[in-house]
């Protein structure tokens, strides 16, 4: 069976490390597809990573293999993790980029051994890759390590209700479109109110006039700012960890 290795990492894609990752899982395994989530993710930015694994990793075939390497931590005393849950395997450090997949509750956690070959640097390719190599070969998650305790667990905050009724909560990603997601769930009707601004929420964005504001439900089910045709981290000055209300007014 042809197994599916997906990468997501901070890494970019100007310095050839994503070329070496995918060279040793290459070499360690004869039939392996390899599929690229992205190398965008900004620069140690965990939680970012955390939030696109949430989106994608449930998206892919039962024995899937996701690798994250989104890690500030290389080569300290952080642990590096090999994971077994919803029929699907994930390779990471311990730094919260696997929540996701550490909340189910069939999730079986493994503590990956540092070789004294391993670059300290460059866990994505002495670690990581032939670790998801492995698994890619049908070796057993339990063969690879030692059982993990207390994997460290990042979860999105959740938003709160008000004393007058509305809901606060707070942008907890920007979108490279400008969108900013937030941890409001979705209603019918009703406004969202950031750094001064009233933002009505609409079903899509063509139901604002170009240059205009909007909130719609994303895909994932949080409401999403929005500027129709434009940037609206940059018009609304909102970045993540920005307040946003709830309101009902129409």
Do not use: C
Not at 90 to 104: E, H, I, K, Q, W
Not at 136 to 148: F, K, Q, T
Request: charged share 20%; aromatic share 4%; no cysteine.
């Amino acid at each position: 069976m042809r197994r599916i290795v997906t990468l997501l990492t901070d890494f970019g894609t100007a310095d050839g490390y994503v070329g070496e990752m995918k060279g040793v899982l290459l070499s360690l395994v004869d039939d392996v597809e390899i599929i690229d989530i992205t190398h965008d993710i900004p620069p140690q930015d965990v939680d970012r990573a955390r939030l696109t694994l949430a989106r994608v990793w449930r998206r892919f075939p039962k024995g899937s293999i996701h690798v994250v390497v989104v890690d500030p931590g290389v080569g300290s005393t952080r642990n590096a993790l090999a994971v077994s849950s919803d029929d699907r395997f994930l390779v990471g450090p311990d730094n919260g980029v696997l929540s996701p997949a550490l909340l189910t509750r069939a999730a079986q956690v493994i503590e990956l051994p540092v070789l004294p070959t391993a670059a300290a640097t460059f866990h994505g390719r002495d670690l990581f890759a032939p670790a998801a190599a492995a698994l890619a070969r049908g070796e057993r998650l339990d063969s690879l390590g030692v059982l993990a305790r207390e994997p460290i667990i990042l979860r999105t905050p959740e938003a709160k209700r008000a004393d007058d009724g509305s809901v606060v909560g707070e942008v907890i990603a920007v979108d490279h479109f400008g969108n900013a997601v937030t941890n409001l769930i979705a209603l019918r009707g009703g406004v969202v109110e950031v750094n001064g601004t009233t933002v009505p929420i609409r079903r899509v964005y063509a139901e604002a006039e170009p240059g205009a504001p909007v909130a719609v439900v994303g895909s994932t089910g949080f409401i999403e700012i929005a500027v129709r045709d434009g940037d609206a981290a940059t018009q609304l000055g909102i970045s993540r960890g920005t307040k946003v209300v709830l309101g009902t007014r129409h």
